[in-house]
């Protein structure tokens, strides 16, 4: 009897210690979960406030990002119309396609006004949609408006001869947009001259007793003139007189300070000036004030001879400071580039044997605002324009 007491009151005690554990675990599982929730409150309260000053600088950061992109491209497009051609390539030079358009003459050689014989200097006016060129055995100075089939006398057109309505081998022209002049090197009369574009009345002469050979003008009003006598470049200021010698004038020679019957010119918008230098065979650049040029486009002479192999003559500089020759001798536009020790050949005239056929002897050359290229062909008796290739 007692051990069945014993027996069953080992049961109850077994009984209720297995109770009493399980109750302790439910409250260690209850403790712990509530541990838990009590970390994961407190992380998210120490937390949060970082993610949001995260999120705040990342919408910030965002926001200058898209600042600075729109500032970017508002400054693309303001350089993008100051520079205008310039930035129409993805290279530091220009290129043109090579299915030219005759854009004046083309009609063989002669004084009709729907041809272009022996020009010997252009000058391309974008706001008038006009080419003025200078037309040496015409002693005139015609004016070719864009897609016309003839064009007309502005100046001169009145026989060779001394008269201040009279041209003599006129061999170069610029234009004085601010009061509406052309400015002519009448060089068989040895002065420059202008005449107003609106009537051929009162012409005058600004500067006489000079072999003119080029002249340029820049964005102040300056004149500029290459003369053979001297062999130097002249300045004329407005409201002046009196000419200043800028370049040359050290006689005729190979030495920097010298030139040698200096031809086309070209002044850029740090004052530069770009001197042909056709007997010799080379461009240099004389900048603001120098005493002397820098050799932009070398001669290459044989060591045997002092011929020039290479013959510079019409020359026009683009915004990045290449400057393109037309290069008569041997037919062909050339590009030197700053630093460059040889010349890039842009493009060959070409012939049956070697095509396409583009020109015979090019001379005069220029720029027009959009960069397309314009070539007189004093052989075909043509100008031709060659559009500039922004691919």
């Not at 970082?50 to 950061?61: D, E, L």
Request: glycine share 8%; charged share 20%; aromatic share 8%.
């Amino acid at each position: 009897m007692n051990d069945d007491f014993h027996s069953i009151s080992d049961k109850i005690t077994s009984t209720s210690t297995n109770q009493s554990r399980i109750s302790y675990r439910k409250e260690l599982v209850w403790i712990t979960f509530g541990v838990i929730i009590i970390l994961i409150i407190v992380s998210i309260t120490i937390l949060l406030p970082f993610i949001m000053i995260k999120n705040k600088n990342t919408s910030q950061i965002t926001t200058i990002t898209t600042t600075i992109t729109t500032t970017t491209a508002t400054a693309t497009a303001t350089t993008t119309e100051e520079l205008s051609f310039t930035s129409m390539s993805n290279n530091n030079y220009l290129k043109w396609k090579l299915d030219f358009s005759i854009v004046a003459g083309g009609n063989g050689y002669g004084s009709n006004l729907n041809q272009a014989s022996l020009t010997r200097g252009i000058y391309i006016d974008d706001d008038n949609q006009t080419i003025y060129i200078t037309q040496y055995n015409s002693d005139r100075i015609v004016g070719w408006k864009f897609g016309e089939k003839s064009g007309e006398v502005v100046a001169g057109g009145n026989k060779q001869g001394k008269k201040l309505n009279q041209l003599n081998n006129p061999s170069d022209v610029t234009v004085d947009k601010k009061n509406n002049l052309l400015i002519i090197c009448d060089q068989g009369n040895e002065r420059v001259v202008q005449w107003s574009r609106q009537k051929q009345i009162d012409p005058k002469i600004i500067i006489d007793d000079i072999k003119c050979n080029g002249v340029t003008i820049d964005n102040d009003g300056n004149i500029y003139v290459s003369e053979g006598k001297k062999h130097s470049v002249k300045r004329l200021k407005p409201g002046e007189t009196k000419v200043t010698t800028v370049a040359g004038e050290n006689g005729c020679g190979y030495n920097t300070n010298q030139l040698n019957n200096p031809a086309y010119i070209f002044v850029d918008e740090q004052y530069s000036i770009y001197v042909s230098d056709h007997e010799y065979g080379r461009v240099t650049k004389w900048i603001k004030n120098a005493k002397e040029g820098i050799i932009v486009a070398k001669e290459q002479i044989p060591e045997d001879s002092h011929s020039p192999m290479f013959y510079p003559c019409g020359m026009a500089v683009d915004h990045f400071g290449n400057v393109y020759v037309s290069d008569s001798h041997h037919r062909r536009i050339v590009r030197w580039s700053k630093g460059s020790t040889e010349c890039y050949i842009v493009m060959n005239g070409g012939n049956s044997e070697h095509p396409p056929v583009l020109f015979n002897t090019p001379e005069a050359i220029s720029l027009d605002g959009e960069g397309n290229l314009y070539i007189a062909d004093s052989q075909d008796n043509q100008i031709l324009k060659f559009d500039v290739d922004v691919n």
